[in-house]
């Protein structure tokens, strides 16, 4: 099954994929649909990340790589809602941004600050911005 990504500097020597920091791991989402890979992308780049490009790959070429790197994937189904919280946090990208954008194939990026240690404050707020994206 084709798959969407999102990559940065596509094509060339410094590319990387997306990931979001899921307590100690680093997750790639894989969308499903263009259309919900495309608006992730544009809510990256309102929170000032860098822009990424949204890029079709084949679900097991992702898998493979997720698998070789160390990190965890996740696919967004046609009609994502939603189940739980760990899916609620997939809506939307997370405010924190990875200094380090520079890297090799031989080194991984710094994991991201953890997402268990946020307040209870910051959580409900974060989930009062994802309920106004519904």
Avoid at 37 to 49: P, V
Avoid at 64 to 81: H, K, M, R, S, T
Avoid at 127 to 133: I, P
């Amino acid at each position: 099954m084709r798959v969407f990504v999102l990559l940065f500097n596509a094509r060339t020597e410094n590319e990387g994929i997306h990931t979001i920091s899921v307590g100690d791991r680093n997750l790639v989402l894989m969308f499903e649909e263009e259309d919900d890979a495309t608006r992730y992308a544009l809510l990256l780049e309102a929170q000032d990340f860098p822009t990424p490009a949204v890029e079709t790959l084949d679900q097991e070429e992702v898998e493979d790589f997720c698998e070789g790197a160390g990190y965890d994937c996740y696919l967004i189904p046609q009609n994502f809602v939603p189940q739980n919280d760990f899916e609620r946090l997939l809506l939307a990208p997370p405010e924190k941004n990875l200094d380090q954008v520079d890297w090799s194939a031989d080194e991984k990026p710094a994991p991201q600050a953890e997402e268990s240690d946020m307040s209870n404050a910051d959580l409900d707020r974060i989930r009062r911005q994802l309920e106004g994206l519904l």
